[in-house]
């Protein structure tokens, strides 16, 4: 391995085991409870097209921190939903997320904020934009609160990253 891979790995170790330490879970369960909140006061309208999950077919893109990708994967594996990279590879071909399923979202726990503040609704255009940059920044002043490497790129490159790694998980979230 060289010093690149190394380190990659090592940003990799670091975002699943800090998904896992109660401080850090509560700190993002926080930033949840925010957004949650605001998309209530918001109200936008949800079809459930799965639009969003099609990233190809309606030219977006998710993005998410490297905090946030690793504690969807482990959330999703404890219950029963981890993906490989074979069926993030076929995502990728499909133009969509591994956790869609028809028009369905099957990482709803798990998901990230940037998933939980994208609505096609358009009354819902201009409030979030800035909903997603407020839960971004306070996402990203949590690596910074406990130290967790931070690294943010689009939804399927990161997850290739996280799944890719062979570390053995432990704790709440683990295998």
Do not use: K
């Amino acid at each position: 391995m060289n010093d690149a891979s190394d380190e990659e790995a090592a940003s990799v170790r670091a975002w699943l085991e800090a998904a896992m330490r109660p401080e850090v879970e509560a700190a993002i369960d926080a930033i949840l409870v925010m957004v949650d909140d605001a998309v209530r006061a918001m109200r936008p309208h949800c079809l459930a097209s799965g639009n969003c999950c099609r990233f190809e077919a309606h030219g977006h893109r998710l993005y998410a921190s490297g905090l946030e990708v690793a504690r969807c994967v482990l959330i999703c594996r404890s219950e029963g939903r981890g993906i490989t990279t074979a069926d993030l590879e076929a995502a990728v071909e499909r133009g969509n997320c591994p956790w869609q399923i028809g028009r369905l979202c099957t990482a709803r726990e798990g998901r990230p904020t940037g998933c939980r503040v994208y609505f096609c609704d358009p009354r819902a255009s201009d409030l979030v934009p800035e909903l997603a940059e407020r839960a971004h920044a306070a996402v990203r002043a949590i690596h910074d609160r406990f130290e967790i490497p931070y690294e943010y790129g689009e939804w399927r490159s990161m997850l290739a990253r996280v799944v890719g790694d062979r570390t053995p998980s432990s704790g709440s979230r683990g295998e």
